[in-house]
């Protein structure tokens, strides 16, 4: 499989659950992105993973707690959310040079409902 | 404070008429902009980006550092143009991407 492969595509939890959200990239690409995207609100950077260190972390609650454990593997594990997080998270992956910025290619997303 | 506005939730227009899909920014420093897009049931892609100069799918798009702007535009809109658009802004020299609220374009037949 080429690209990039979000799993699952759908998750409904309840609020006490914990739960891990997948994202795995075929394209040889050194960093990965998550994403939370709202209705109505523009998409929003959470986490960026470049050499598989975390170099981005905007102001995400500590209820998300990503996980790189290699280059072409990201996680997001999820516990105690809130229904506020209900959102489609995306993940996207780049080949980082430290020059210009490079495209980043986008999964599917997975769609989080929190009852 | 890094930004990156489009006016405009939805944009009808008819097949054959010109498009253009608007998008200010705001950036202390010398920014990339690019345009993605995402068809229906498909996933966000890049559409292109200013530092190519390209005209992909017909589309074009100039950045004009003076208006703070990175407008998309398509003299002669097609039926399979109909998606949602994105711009987005990056930092030279970062990978972090900022994007705005998106544009829905609807090309009626």
């Known amino acids: 499989e080429t690209g990039v492969t979000q799993t699952p595509r759908h998750l409904v939890m309840g609020m006490t659950n914990k739960k891990s959200l997948k994202c795995e990239q075929h394209?040889?690409?050194?960093?990965m992105y998550w994403y939370k995207q709202s209705a109505k609100k523009p998409l929003e950077l959470m986490f960026v993973?470049?050499?598989?260190?975390?170099?981005e972390n905007n102001s995400v609650p500590s209820r998300f707690s990503p996980e790189c454990p290699n280059s072409s593997h990201l996680f997001l594990h999820l516990h105690t959310l809130q229904p506020e997080d209900s959102a489609l998270y995306l993940c996207?992956?780049?080949?980082?040079?430290?020059?210009?910025?490079?495209?980043?290619?986008f999964g599917d997303g997975t769609r989080l409902s929190i009852l | 404070a890094q930004r990156v506005t489009q006016p405009e939730k939805l944009l009808s227009v008819f097949k054959g008429a010109p498009v253009e899909l608007k998008c200010n920014y705001s950036?202390?420093?010398?920014?990339?902009l690019f345009w993605y897009v995402q068809y229906s049931r498909q996933r966000l892609q890049l559409l292109l980006r200013?530092?190519s100069r390209e005209s992909i799918k017909g589309f074009t798009a100039d950045l004009n550092k003076g208006e703070t702007s990175f407008h998309l535009k398509k003299p002669f809109a097609q039926e399979e143009d109909s998606a949602m658009y994105y711009c987005?802004?990056?930092?030279?020299?970062?990978?972090?991407?900022?994007f705005g609220t998106g544009t829905r374009l609807q090309v009626f037949p």
């Open positions: 394209l040889g690409h050194n960093a």
């Open positions: 200013h530092i």
């Open positions: 987005a802004l990056s930092g030279l020299g970062t990978d972090k991407l900022i």
């Open positions: 996207a992956s780049s080949q980082v040079t430290g020059e210009r910025c490079q495209p980043q290619h």
């Open positions: 950036y202390s420093g010398s920014p990339e």
């Open positions: 993973y470049s050499l598989e260190e975390r170099v």
